[in-house]
């Protein structure tokens, strides 16, 4: 018999079907401390005698049916790994209604009956939308380095990401410094500003530009040229990649084109943040999560993600996840101005 929903099932988040099989799965973009939490997954399950199935690069896995049975020794030695042993993909299949049901079928002919998925709020959309169409509870774990989910202090990845960065930043503050430079280095964060924002504050940035506020480059401008002429000549603006002015490039040909005299360097940190060892609070986290995301199927809990708040697990509606943008509280913008004189 199928187990297909009726449409607009409603989004009550707990049930009292009882979880025997479980899938987990990462999907999105990659962010360290996303294998600590597969491991938390995998034994938190096979402690409590479930079957533990992971599925490969995110949805894909489901729709062409690339799953496997993951025991305890599957995920040996991966905590201190960044990126995840279950890779990652955005599935263009699975926002198809077809692509969804063959997903379905291939966790059903397995038994899998509940699924833990680890990643953003795009990876928690499509969660959300299997599960108005299919019976099978969803827990989402917020991997992420943008930190940019309501309903959580902390998301996995962001605490390496941010470390990665002002160790990345601390090392350019030193040749600015030697040679009496600016330097504008962008970070990442397309919609949102904590990274920006944590580094910059942790590296004594003189601006901080993030998507959250608009940018007022007259203000930037001001800003140099106040410090020039206090003669503070190194500088360092930290610009997130998605600030409506532009990234650090744009930045810095205004810039040059204001105060020509200036010295000014581009610095783009890419990648390296995305990667890497993850940290001892990442990994902390990511291992809590994991473990209360079994225990929230085996509850009966359904389509929230795990997330903590003021240091308590906290369950959000998966469809609640939406961007924090707009919650950059204006104090840190105030220590930032105040800091940097
Ligand atoms: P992130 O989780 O990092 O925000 P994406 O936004 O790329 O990453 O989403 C990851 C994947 O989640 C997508 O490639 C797609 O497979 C799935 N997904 C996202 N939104 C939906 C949706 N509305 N319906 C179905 N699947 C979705």
Redesign the pocket.
């Known amino acids: 018999m199928t187990q297909q929903k009726t449409a607009g099932f409603n989004s009550n988040t707990t049930m009292s079907k009882k979880v025997h099989k479980i899938g987990v799965l990462t999907?999105?973009?990659d962010s360290p401390g996303m294998n600590a939490a597969i491991r938390a997954v995998v034994r938190t399950g096979n402690y409590h005698k479930l079957e533990m199935y992971g599925i490969m690069r995110?949805?894909s896995g489901m729709v062409e049916d690339d799953i496997f049975r993951m025991e305890n020794r599957s995920v040996a030695n991966i905590i201190q790994r960044g990126g995840t042993i279950l890779k990652t993909a955005?599935?263009?299949e699975?926002?198809t209604p077809e692509g969804r049901k063959k997903a379905y079928d291939n966790l059903t002919k397995r038994g899998i009956d509940g699924l833990v998925i680890i990643?953003?709020?795009?990876?928690f959309?499509?969660a959300q939308?299997f599960s108005n169409e299919y019976d099978i509870p969803c827990i989402g774990l917020p991997g992420?380095i943008d930190k940019d989910i309501a309903g959580t202090d902390f998301t996995i990845g962001f605490d390496t990401a941010v470390n990665t960065a002002v160790e990345a930043i601390d090392k350019v503050r030193d040749t600015a410094d030697a040679h009496d430079r600016l330097f504008v280095i962008e970070v990442m964060g397309r919609d949102a500003g904590y990274i920006a924002l944590h580094s910059g504050i942790a590296t004594g940035a003189e601006n901080i530009l993030i998507p959250e506020r608009k940018t007022n480059i007259e203000d930037v401008i001001k800003s140099l040229e106040e410090r020039e002429k206090r003669k503070k000549l190194v500088n360092l603006i930290i610009v997130a990649e998605g600030d409506e002015f532009g990234g650090a490039n744009e930045l810095t040909n205004v810039i040059k084109d204001r105060l020509p005299k200036m010295e000014v360097r581009v610095c783009i940190l890419g990648h390296i943040q995305r990667g890497g060892s993850p940290t001892c609070m990442d990994r902390v986290i990511a291992s809590r999560m994991g473990y209360h995301a079994v225990e929230c199927l085996m509850e009966g809990r359904h389509n929230v993600f795990v997330g903590i708040l003021n240091n308590k697990m906290n369950y959000t509606p998966l469809n609640e996840a939406v961007k924090k943008k707009q919650r950059i509280n204006e104090e840190w913008m105030n220590i930032v101005k105040i800091l940097a004189t």
Do not use: I, V
């Open positions: 999907s999105g973009g995110g949805y955005r599935c263009m699975f926002f990643g953003g709020d795009g990876s959309r499509g939308t992420t």
